[in-house]
């Protein structure tokens, strides 16, 4: 079992949807992530947080919004998603201190669809 | 962007067949960070090398760090079906951030 949660694991849903997809970490680790992810490719990041507070957007379309309310929670909220934005989405958390190495812990993901 | 260049990109081999998947940049990192993904689950970390030609195994899995700390490679000795996924190198980066590589997709056949 992973010590990231995610939820739901499946999401199928229309381009004039609101949705949210849900992330949830007890390990104290600080920093935060969503990853975008298509089949048999490398994630791609979205978006990184570090200590609650959003230090990396790459460029993401606003029709993703992503909130952390607190340091064990983060979520991603959808609105207005094209099909091409069907994809894996993957939640991922560190200590926060690259300097030792800390390595990425993943959720399951979010299998998303948009129809 | 800080490339990490993987090949070969897909791998199909028999149950038993030995394998070995590369991870290459141009750039020196101070670690290197191997991850599986399986079918319907997120990345997990295999291990992590630090030191210029550092190995280390892990069961049947042995991981190199090149010498200059450009490349490195994953060597897999009698795949089993249980090997199949993805893998991928990461570095780590400043900023919490982490660059992954190209991705191998390795899928062991019984």
């Known amino acids: 079992d992973t010590e990231v949660t995610q939820t739901p694991k499946h999401l199928v849903m229309g381009m004039t949807n609101k949705k949210s997809l849900k992330c949830e970490q007890h390990m104290g680790h600080r920093a935060m992530y969503w990853y975008k992810q298509k089949a048999k490719k490398p994630p791609e990041l979205m978006f990184v947080y570090s200590y609650e507070k959003l230090s990396i957007n790459e460029s993401v379309p606003s029709r993703f919004s992503p909130e952390c309310p607190n340091s064990s929670l983060l979520n991603l909220h959808l609105h207005a998603l094209q099909p091409e934005d069907s994809a894996l989405y993957l939640c991922?958390?560190?200590?926060?201190?690259?300097?030792?190495?800390?390595?990425?812990?993943f959720g399951n993901g979010t299998r998303l669809t948009v129809t | 962007t800080q490339l990490l260049e993987q090949s070969p990109q897909f791998l199909s081999i028999q149950e038993g067949e030995n394998l070995t998947v590369y991870c290459n940049s141009s750039s020196v990192f101070s670690s290197l960070q191997w991850y599986r993904q399986e079918p319907g689950e997120g990345p997990v970390l295999l291990v992590t090398v630090v030191t210029g030609g550092e190995v280390k195994k892990l069961k049947r899995l042995t991981f190199q760090f090149g010498d200059a700390r450009k490349d490195s490679s994953l060597h897999i000795t009698a795949a089993q079906p249980g090997d199949t996924g993805l893998y991928l190198c990461?570095?780590?980066?400043?900023?919490?951030?982490?660059?992954f590589g190209t991705g191998t997709s390795l899928t062991v056949i019984p």
């Open positions: 991922a958390s560190s200590r926060g201190w690259i300097g030792n190495n800390s390595p990425l812990h």
């Open positions: 990461a570095r780590p980066n400043t900023g919490n951030q982490f660059y």
